[in-house]
Nanobody
Framework: QVQLVESGGGLVQPGGSLRLSCLAS????????MGWYRQAPGKQRELVAT???????NYSDSVKGRFAISRDNAKNTVYLQMNSLKPEDTAVYYC???????????WGQGTQVTVSS
């Protein structure tokens, strides 16, 4: 099993930046991909960005050009750099991993990001 712990959320003004971190531990040796999802009040959880073990990235259209996902394998950490934040980016952000032959998913507890003046 994989344990995921997010950090870095908070309150930021529109146009500002935040960097989220996700530390993975446990059975991390066969992780196929990691990613960030978010869930705003009253809405379904949605994909933000993913990165595979080979380094390929994918972004939702709503964050392309503003957010960047990266990984530091030595630190077992995935990052989400969020720039030019908008009020509609306000949500709880969750870290996700999928591993093994059947892409078994694990989730972190979430970190709140609030974009407001």
């Amino acid at each position: 099993q994989v344990q995921l712990v997010e950090s870095g959320g908070g309150l930021v003004q529109p146009g500002g930046s935040l960097r989220l971190s996700c530390l993975a531990s446990g059975s991390i040796f066969n992780i196929n991909a990691m990613g960030w999802y978010r869930q705003a009040p009253g809405k379904q959880r949605e994909l933000v960005a993913t990165i595979t073990s080979g380094g390929a990235t994918n972004y939702s259209d709503s964050v392309k050009g503003r957010f960047a996902i990266s990984r530091d394998n030595a630190k077992n950490t995935v990052y989400l750099q969020m720039n030019s934040l908008k009020p509609e980016d306000t949500a709880v952000y969750y870290c996700n991993s999928v591993r093994g032959r059947y892409n078994v998913a694990s989730w972190g507890q979430g970190t709140q990001v609030t974009v407001s003046s």
